[in-house]
Structures are given as structure tokens and as C-alpha cells.
């Protein structure tokens, strides 16, 4: 079973920074494009970046400039490096490796929540 599994998440003020986590088996990272969503409390879950197995990188409008996400394959790690953290930040962030065929696989989620 394909696990990936999120760490980081935690209460920051506004204006700060946190980095999420996202590891998996290297059969996954090696071979799969990789992807933070997040879900604000009542809505839609959103992308918010994605890297590809090549390392070309995307953002949302809402975060560029602010949000990166790196990946570490000698850990098989994804990363999600969270700068000038605003309320609306405020989510629960999930990774997603998914590949050309189709498959999905989603972590669980970590929260973050973001004072003002």
C-alpha cells in the first residue's frame, strides 16, 4: 500500500514562515509528478504548487512568490517552504503523487493554522 505521510504543520502568526513535509517510498518519488493541496475550513480543497519528476515547478496565484516546493530525492522528500504566512493561509495541506497513467495517491494532511 502506498503511504505518504505529511509533517510540519502548526500554529504561526502572521507574517511567518513553516515547512511542511511529505515523504513516501522512492518506488513513488522517483516516478511521480508531486503536489500540495490544501482545503480553508468550509471549502474546496485547492492546488497550490506542483514539481514534476524533471523538477519544473507551479504555483497558484495565491501563493506565488511566497511558497516554494522543493523535493529531496536522496530522502525521498517533498517540501513545502512557507514564507509571509497569511490568515487565509489557514488549511489543511495534503500532498499528491500522481502519475501519466493516472494514479493518485494522497497523504492525509497536516493542519496549518495562521494567526492575525
Known amino acids: 500500500q502506498v503511504q505518504l505521510v505529511e509533517s510540519g504543520g502548526g500554529l504561526v502568526q502572521s507574517g511567518g514562515s513553516l515547512r511542511l513535509s511529505c515523504t513516501t517510498a522512492?518506488?513513488?518519488?522517483?516516478?511521480?509528478?508531486m503536489h500540495w493541496y490544501r482545503q480553508p475550513p468550509g471549502k474546496e480543497r485547492e492546488l497550490v504548487a506542483q514539481i514534476t519528476v524533471g523538477g519544473g515547478a507551479t504555483y497558484s496565484d495565491a501563493v506565488k512568490g511566497r511558497f516554494i516546493i522543493p523535493r529531496e530525492s536522496a530522502k525521498n522528500t517533498l517540501y513545502l517552504q512557507m514564507t509571509d504566512l497569511k490568515p487565509e493561509d489557514t488549511c489543511v495541506y495534503s500532498c499528491?503523487?500522481?502519475?501519466?497513467?493516472?494514479?493518485?495517491?494522497w497523504g492525509p494532511g497536516t493542519r496549518v493554522f495562521v494567526s492575525g
Open positions: 522512492g518506488s513513488i518519488f522517483n516516478f511521480y509528478n
Open positions: 499528491m503523487a500522481a502519475n501519466l497513467a493516472g494514479f493518485r495517491y
